[in-house]
């Protein structure tokens, strides 16, 4: 079954210490996202990556890191988390390139930070 | 990316058809319409996605505007599970990046 998956879907933390969601698909898409889904803000976009090793900024990227070592793998890692990073995120994935391509996403991991 | 503009929030019966309604009066020549829907506790998934054609699949229909500036999505039979927020998104033909801007969405709500 295709799908994306991530893990935890559900974290609580203390402020500044390290933790990291991992996101795996299995559809050997080229294209993967990080988004944030907070309360009258909608879904934002932390990162992305075209393909392995390529990685770049969203909307909102400061305090989170990403890498793409492998195709299927795309974590978010937080060196240091902060009360303000609490949300709910979500991470998705596609074929890359063309407008017609359509998103899949995980269920969502939901942190908070204390 | 051009905006989308939609109804905060609708309601419908169980087994009624529903039209979401959503307006894109800037979108241009290449832009694809695509629909997506965040059911309750859930990650957004993909309804169904059109250029210029009315297209039907599994879960619902897309009909789009001869001018394009607008389009519906037709739930033809409305049951509970499909109580959720519904995005209409625009994307651009654009190989630079393949984000995707949700606005506020649609909130349908799903009477028995």
């Known amino acids: 079954e295709a799908q994306v998956t991530q893990n935890p879907r559900y974290l609580i933390t203390v402020t500044g210490k390290k933790l990291t969601v991992t996101c795996s698909q299995n559809m050997n898409h080229e294209y993967m996202s990080w988004y944030r889904q907070d309360p009258g803000l909608g879904l934002r976009q932390i990162y992305y990556?075209?393909?392995?090793?390529?990685?770049d900024k969203g909307d909102v990227p400061e305090g989170y890191k990403v890498s793409r070592k492998e195709k299927r793998n795309f974590p978010l890692i937080l060196e240091s988390p902060s009360p303000n990073q609490t949300s709910l995120y979500f991470c998705?994935?596609?074929?890359?390139?063309?407008?017609?391509?359509?998103?899949?996403f995980g269920a969502g991991t939901r942190l908070s930070v204390l | 990316d051009a905006k989308t503009t939609q109804p905060n929030s609708m309601e419908s019966n169980e087994e009624e058809p529903v039209h979401l309604p959503c307006n894109h009066s800037t979108i241009s020549g290449t832009d694809y319409i695509h629909w997506y829907r965040q059911l309750p506790s859930q990650g957004p998934e993909y309804v169904i996605h059109?250029?210029?054609s009315n297209v039907n699949n599994r879960m619902a229909s897309l009909a789009i505007a001869e001018d394009r500036k607008s389009s519906t999505l037709i739930l033809h039979r409305a049951t509970l599970r499909d109580a959720a927020v519904y995005y209409c998104?625009?994307?651009?033909?654009?190989?630079?990046?393949?984000?995707?801007?949700f606005g506020t969405g649609t909130r349908l709500q799903v009477f028995p």
């Open positions: 990556s075209m393909n392995v090793e390529v990685t």
């Open positions: 998104i625009l994307r651009a033909r654009d190989f630079d990046t393949d984000k995707l801007i």
């Open positions: 998705a994935s596609s074929f890359q390139g063309a407008a017609k391509n359509i998103q899949y």
């Open positions: 059109g250029l210029t």
